[in-house]
Nanobody
Framework: QVQLVESGGGLVQAGGSLRLSCAAS????????MGWFRRAPGKEREFIAG????????SYADFVKGRFTISRDNPKNLVYLQMNSLKPEDTAIYYC?????????WGQGTQVTVSS
């Protein structure tokens, strides 16, 4: 089992930045691929970014490329999502996820609200 807790969400104006953190506990964190997802009101959950267990590989959804950066600190059991140039359409609940072949573990989410 892996427990995930997100933090760092909040209210920010358009064009601003936020850094989300995801703290993991339980089984060996470094063995899992990590990802960030979000769910906007009235929409389905969507993939934002992923990072491999060794941080050697990252992937991003097209709509965040150049604005968001995913990173991880394995000794500290943390994964981050740096979000810059935020837009009102980025408003959503942001979730951290962990897994090997599929994302099996999920956090409770943190709310991000971007005002225009």
């Amino acid at each position: 089992q892996v427990q995930l807790v997100e933090s760092g969400g909040g209210l920010v104006q358009a064009g601003g930045s936020l850094r989300l953190s995801c703290a993991a506990s339980g089984r060996t964190f470094s063995g899992y691929n990590m990802g960030w997802f979000r769910r906007a009101p009235g929409k389905e959950r969507e993939f934002i970014a992923g990072i491999s267990w060794g941080a050697g590989s990252t992937s991003y959804a097209d709509f965040v490329k150049g604005r968001f950066t995913i990173s991880r600190d394995n000794p500290k059991n943390l994964v981050y999502l740096q979000m810059n140039s935020l837009k009102p359409e980025d408003t959503a609940i942001y979730y951290c996820a962990a897994g090997v072949r599929v994302y099996s573990y999920w956090g409770q989410g943190t709310q991000v609200t971007v005002s225009s």
